[in-house]
């Protein structure tokens, strides 16, 4: 059996831009982003971590820097661990604890104003007789 020798004409350089014009963009990768975001925190997170020796004098303050330092002092790399740490609340959470926070303000002032009330007029009361 023979097979059909029907050959596809060429297509120009146009044909092939139009078609690839039409076609759908292709989707970003999300790898692909992420590396690119993740690159410079990467670089800083290690610039952060190196240590630097710097050579001054034999004095005091020589002898403190003398010796090898971080950049970023331990107490900020440590509180950005603790940041990283936190489970950040949602928007629906966020309003609730933020309506009840409201609700314990108002409700601790009237009861603070109740007891301010009835212990100006109990003095008042006692002093002025």
Known sequence: MAKNPIKKKPE?????????SSAKPKPRRLKQTASKVTKPIGKARTFGQKEYYLPLPDNRLGQFLNKRRRFIPKYFRDAWAEVRQVKWPNRRETLRLTLAVFIF???FGLIVAVVDFGLERTFKQLLLK
Do not use: H
């Open 12 to 20: 120009t350089l146009r044909q092939q831009a139009q078609a690839a």
């Open 105 to 107: 303000a108002v409700s």
